[in-house]
């Protein structure tokens, strides 16, 4: 495990399954798979320069295994390719911590968890390019959004 960038570190995006005991396999216990995006870490890293406090990276990479046995997880997640992060700030709701997400136009998945304090974003496109953006309310997912201008 390496620093990626001045304030990232690849173990912050290592698979939490041995948080769960999952050690054995199919699990990887906390690994990063073939490792993770330096496109989405470079992102991260303006978004940490912007926002001047520390971006806790509440789910990095999940190898398959870890990635099924979350319920409410895509089959497809781009998680477990690496490319994804969901992220957080102390003191700071999703919706504002997106809107610094959507100032700096990075990422070209951008997921909003209203109420979750998080936010996913990917660099499924790249770090920019033509951007998927969805709010998903627990029960209760829109799918097509265009702009979170109207929600933050
Ligand atoms: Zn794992």
């Known amino acids: 495990m390496r620093q990626l960038t001045p304030n990232?570190?690849?173990?912050?995006?290592?698979?939490k399954d041995a948080l769960r005991g999952k050690t054995s396999p199919p699990f990887c216990?906390?690994?990063?798979?073939?490792?993770?995006?330096q496109e989405l870490v470079n992102g991260l890293q303006q978004v940490r320069d912007k926002?001047?406090?520390p971006i806790l990276v509440t789910s990095g990479y999940r190898c398959p295994a870890y990635n099924a046995s979350l319920s409410g997880a895509a089959s497809q997640s781009k998680h477990m390719k690496g490319t994804a992060a969901d992220i957080r700030?102390?003191?700071m709701t999703s919706e504002q911590l997106m809107k610094v997400v959507e100032e700096l136009n990075l990422f070209t998945g951008r997921g909003l968890y209203p109420g979750q304090g998080f936010v996913h974003v990917d660099v499924r496109n790249g770090l920019h390019g033509s951007v998927t953006r969805w709010?998903?309310?627990?029960?209760?997912?829109?799918?097509?959004v265009t702009s979170f201008k109207g929600l933050v």
Do not use: L, M, T
């Not at 216990?29 to 995006?37: A, T, Y």
């Open 8 to 15: 990232f570190h690849e173990r912050e995006f290592a698979c």
């Open 89 to 91: 700030v102390d003191g």
């Open 135 to 144: 709010v998903k309310r627990i029960n209760k997912p829109y799918q097509g």
């Open 29 to 37: 216990n906390g690994s990063v798979g073939k490792g993770i995006s």
């Open 51 to 53: 926002v001047g406090k």
